[in-house]
């Protein structure tokens, strides 16, 4: 006792109240991580991690799994990676890193987390269309209408509206980009993918819900190529003026999927947001001390 005294490890926190040792965390073993994980909870409906895929995992919790059962520079493997948390994880720990999931909603929202959260723009996937035969054919494929929809979403980087859990956005609106103007204020891009048979009426409808919801260019991303009478009816919708870049952008803009796939990208001003916002934010203080814990 008097020892530990000399070296200031007796507190009290007031006279007369029962002296206490100090001990520091570094000193102590702690306790193993047992077959039990109780410490992590699940990703929460409001929660800021949530993306809206129905069945995302905690990052914490494939951050564990990545640390405990493999070593920086080893490949992890996820067959059924969802909105690919495992791959983040494995990222953030300096893992190699497969993903396979059989949905392109999947796909969209993974290759804009790893965008958002790392910087990765052009992460191959394999075994999705390169060319319009093959992307007329997953819009014809039995269910496929949704899937060639997030997968043309993917292609200019727009957030899937709705997700899986709310099938078919209203308006026809399937999704959305933000980006920021002058002053910080956030600004809307609506998309709208049509793989079916196109007409002006429906580039006058996206005229219409532009106004209504004050969104400030609309995209049309189409199947079919435009027709003239389509091209003269997005001209009427005039231009949006980016006050912080001081230029023009063509106010309705016609993409189709030929032109998506030779590289052809929408004129948005360069303040574009992360898709998934959330995705920003990779705990790497966590991963540092999953590292620690696991000596990994
Ligand atoms: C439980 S979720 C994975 C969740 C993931 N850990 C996350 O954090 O998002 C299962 C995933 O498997 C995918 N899937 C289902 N059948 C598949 C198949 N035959 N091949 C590849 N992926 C498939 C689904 O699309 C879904 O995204």
Same mark, same amino acid.
């Not at 206490?20 to 965390?25: E, H, I, T």
């Given at each position: 006792?008097?020892?530990?005294? *000399? =070296? !200031? #490890? @007796?507190v009290q926190s007031k006279p !007369?109240? &029962?002296p #206490? =040792?100090? #001990?520091?965390?570094d000193e102590m073993p702690g306790m193993p991580v047992s077959t039990w994980w109780d410490d992590i909870p699940p990703v929460q409906a409001q929660g800021a991690e949530r993306l809206g895929y /129905?069945? =995302?995992k905690p990052l914490a919790l494939l951050e564990r799994v990545i640390a405990a059962s493999s070593r920086p520079g080893d490949v992890v493997l996820d067959p059924f990676c969802g909105c690919g948390t495992a791959l983040i994880a494995a990222e953030t720990l300096g893992r190699r890193w497969i993903g396979i999931d059989v949905t392109y909603l999947s796909i969209a929202v993974? *290759?804009? *987390? %790893? #965008?958002?959260?790392? !910087?990765l723009e052009d992460v191959p996937v394999i075994g999705q269309p390169t060319e319009v035969e093959g992307a007329r054919q997953l819009a014809q494929s039995p269910g496929g209408r949704y899937q060639f929809q997030w997968w043309a979403l993917g292609l200019i980087d727009a957030k899937p509206l709705g997700g899986v859990e709310k099938k078919g956005a209203d308006r026809g609106i399937d999704g959305v980009i933000t980006f920021t103007d002058?002053? !910080?204020?956030? *600004?809307?891009?609506?998309v709208s993918v049509k793989s079916g048979g196109v007409n002006s009426g429906m580039v006058r409808d996206l005229k219409g819900t532009l106004e209504r919801e004050q969104a400030s260019i609309g995209l049309f991303v189409t199947m079919e190529e435009p027709t003239e009478p389509m091209r003269e009816e997005a001209a009427t919708a005039g231009l949006f003026h980016s006050e912080l870049w001081n230029r023009d952008y063509q106010r @309705? =803009? %016609?993409l189709s999927i030929r032109e998506l796939l030779a590289g052809t990208k929408p004129a948005l /001003? /360069?303040? &574009?947001l992360p898709t998934y916002q959330q995705a920003e934010r990779v705990p790497t203080k966590m991963a540092a001390e999953q590292r620690e814990m696991f000596g990994g």
């Open positions: 006792m008097e020892e530990l005294h *000399r =070296q !200031g #490890r @007796i !007369g109240t &029962v #206490r =040792q100090k #001990r520091y965390l /129905p069945t =995302q993974m *290759r804009a *987390r %790893l #965008r958002d959260a790392f !910087g002058r002053n !910080g204020e956030i *600004r809307t891009v609506l @309705i =803009q %016609l /001003p /360069p303040f &574009v």
